[in-house]
């Protein structure tokens, strides 16, 4: 059986572009496609924990993902919204618990200055997991 492969997504052009290379593989290969949105909580301490997004804005991100996928032909076989203080550890927690064999996922147009100071989840994500990870431009 072939591991699933994992598309975090986050309503951007890259990451729809993303999904439609993850489609495309799963198809071929025959893998189930998962989806996720990690909505990135700030605050904590002594205030509480605040996503980036109401649950509802982060569900409509997964229906527009789950639209894009089966456009390609591919239903995803399951999706979920993961609440984490950083985007790269919920990718990477969420392909671990979920025995992910390969994570596609976009990046934005950071070049410069720009990338070395707010860093890139992609890179992140491709420094700390524990499968294949393809970054779709």
């Known amino acids: 059986m072939t591991q699933p492969i994992l598309c975090p997504i986050d309503g951007t052009d890259h ?3 993303a999904i439609e290379l993850a489609a495309d593989l799963a198809a071929k290969s025959g893998a ?4 996720c949105v990690v909505n990135v909580a700030h605050g904590g301490g002594r205030g509480p924990l605040i996503p ?10 997964l229906d527009a993902g789950t639209v894009t996928a089966k456009a390609k032909g591919v ?8 609440i984490d203080r950083e985007a790269a550890s919920g990718i990477v927690t969420y392909a671990e618990m979920n025995k992910v064999g ?3 996922m976009g990046t934005g147009d950071k070049r410069g200055v720009s990338r070395l100071v707010l860093g890139s ?3 992140d994500v ?12």
């Open 15 to 17: 990451a729809m572009h």
């Open 32 to 35: 189930d496609l998962l989806l």
């Open 52 to 61: 980036h997004w109401s649950d509802a804005d982060a569900q409509h991100i």
């Open 75 to 82: 239903t995803p076989a399951g999706s979920a919204i993961v």
């Open 102 to 104: 390969h994570i596609v």
């Open 121 to 123: 989840v992609a890179a």
């Open 126 to 137: 491709a420094g700390r997991a524990h499968c294949t990870v393809t970054i779709a431009r």
